[in-house]
């Protein structure tokens, strides 16, 4: 018993993560039909930089702010100049490779200012651990799916009540109708990057203290955060949140029982599975096809 | 440059044969062995990058499968270097059949996506199932290669790379050359065009994976061999990375591109060594180059550069196409192919675009269907074309049910129809589309297509011909070889009905085929009209163009706010109250009278 609390907390926390992360791939998909392979190194970035921040003498708060903005704008940027070029292009070939191509060069930035080891992130969320039901878990780590929900609701406000989260909509239904009702689409798309980045950074500085941080820890948590994206439909926001937290607590009852290596298995092959069976995603809607 | 390609495979054999009497140690050939196994690994990836656009991000671990089984079956079962090949290339089609299926339904991005995740399930598997795999320790002392029990020397094993790598690349040229490759390079341009033609997107995309897992399988099983030792991390993401580079380096889609890719490939990094934790930036920074610098690729730029200097193709011989009259005609009882659509009804959430709409088309007439904008024809087009679902009622072509059939199931029973936007496959000639609109008449399968049988030339041929005559009969003879998209607009529409033409269908619908066109044009594309209908082909012209469906129409259907007003002969329409009032309003003396 107190080992399933255990697994079922410690799988929220992580499944907050790949529900921030694949929030940030709905996002970024609904305004450009495009994505981002580096959004696992945003995360990493997010990470790293605070961790960097503190090493500098920052206070804990002012280097976490900075290390989310710094991901925000690096996402902007590889949007103007990695995404935007390959988006009038038929085959999604372009965006793909120069994002990933920006993501091994981040990486391999950032093992060599970081060194190829992992540290962690001092944080007031793991100083002690609280006891539920006998099982111990980090503040941090009940904080990290509160996020999650929050970061969802939050976006879903947007979208309905201002001016620029109707734009988003606008622009992910129609974009050429939406530049002829004057919505500048450009930067629409880029502000949805930069948006998705800063909850992927955001993911990132949450996660930092409780997994160890390194210049690899992006790659894996980014195609995870897509994996969600995709089993939740990636045109729904709860769809991802609920899916993503599902996901992880899945994925610590696999490793308790079985092992870490049955973990990706298990955990990609359902992704295949879904795929199969709901091409759209558990709860995504089926695209319309306008001829 | 009829000559280039045989030219390069020759000088490709002569490379091949001089290399190992050059090669300056054991190294420097080993090494050119492994260039030899990437080549595979690329030629066969370009089948899916360069006809298909499609991404996979997978290679490194269908390449472990490969190896894995290769290996597994060599030191296991005492399997000579054949059998294990094949043991590979079954086992990693299989694989690849499992993966592309449930991505190639939807978006491209989740192929690279799934093939990503397959990778690490891959990786993970091996270390998992030590009994088999031997687990992070790897499987060590694989077996010479031997064939039928003969084991092969150093130089024998290069002979076997080398013949294998070449025959690939002549195989899928041979692909690339035949109704697959066409057809897939179609799909990747327009899948709805693809659709109305009879082409199965899913299918193709399915072949082209499969034909990139079975590559990568049997490269694995050579690397076994090669190696004589392998382990899970050497089949890593980098890796997938690297072969996908090769093929963009090279030169998505060209012949010889990806082979290139893979000689440089192979020996960069050697040289990259010594920058040792840089080597993975310059990496990621090749990579953006080549996409900012050499989006087409060495061979693809080389290519575009000697297009320009080269004299253009000579157009195609008009009295090489075979004359419409042999091509189209229908016998004369195929003529009554009858469309009739009955109480159709199509919503879009609460709105009802048709609604109990029932519509005869009478074989080999010409039928106008008109209305305001927003009357529901595009709608009903796409719904009897099988782009949409009818909430209720049903369609049938010829006494066969067409509802709840598959756009290209429709196109095969003899629909073939236009789009209103054009939808054309921009980057094949004007010769191409109409070959690919022929597709389904083709019938020489797979095997033909790799061997190049002579019925494969001879059906090939006689596509050729019809589609050189149908560009004659729209008038498009002189533009064969020009790109489609730089076609002006008005002979794009005309290309998009000869494309139609081309499945020789039983009915014809035209989706607005006088829009945008010069008065002359809209002359010509009566008289075409005329003559198609002549050829027992009935037409279905969704038109706004009034003087046009009165010269045309034997019978013309009316719509408005998605329902059937009037269907009649064009003279009584002309009269018809509720016509009029549908598209002027009420005349004021009528409006006074209602009151």
Redesign the interface.
Known sequence: MTAAIQYILSGLAIGGIYALVGLGFHIMWSAAKAVNFAHGDTLMLGAVLAVLGVDAGMPLAVACLLAIIAGGIFGVLLERFAVRPFAATATSIGWMLTTIAVGVMIEALATLQFGGFSRPLPSPGVRSAVHIFGAGVYPQELAIPVVAILVMVSLRLMQRHTLIGRAMQAVAHDKRAAALMGINVNRIVAFSYGLASLFGAAAGVLVAPVIQVSASMGALLGLKGFAVAIIGGITSAPGIVIVGLGFGVMEKFVEGYISTASREIIGFAVMILVLLVFPQGLFGKREVLKV | MRYLIPLGFFAFALILAAVPLMAANEYALRLFMLFLIYGMIAVGLNVL?GLT???S?GQAGLFALGSYTGAILATRLGFDIVACCIGAAIVSGAFGV??A???M??????L???T???G??VE??A??WQSLTGGTTGLSSIPRPNVFGIKLSGFAFYGVLAVTLFVFTLLIQNLKISRYGRTMLAV??SE?ASRALGINPTGLRMLAFVVASVTAGIAGTFYAFLNSYISPDIFT??DS?RF??MV?LGG?GSTFGPVIGAYILTYLPEYLQQFQ??Q??A???L??LV??AL?RGILGTFRLAFDRLRPADPIPDVAEGLPVETTLRHKKEMWTAELVASALTVRFGGLSALSNVSLRVKGGEIHALIGPNGAGK?TFV?TISG?YRPDEGRCELDGVELTGRRSLEIARLGLART?QNTELFGELSVLENVMAGYDQRLSYGLLQALLRTPRMRREESECRRAAIGLLGFVGLSQYGNEAARSLPFGLQRRLEIARALAGKPRLLLLDEPAAGLTTQEIDDLEAMIRRIAGLGISVLLVEHHVDLIMALADTVTVLDYGEVIASDNPAAIQNDPRVIEAYFGTSPERAETAA
Do not use: D, H
């Not at chain 2, 339904?105 to 989740?110: A, E, F």
């Open positions: 990058v656009g499609l991404v991000l499992l993966l299926y449930p991505t339904r939807v978006k491209g991005v989740y690279a996506v799934v990503i995740a397959f690490i399930i993970n598997v270390i998992e990747s341009q709805t993401f980098s990375v996908l580079l963009i998505a934790l840089w993975k930036f990496y990621g920074a990579l953006l996409m900012f989006p595009s796409n782009f789009f």
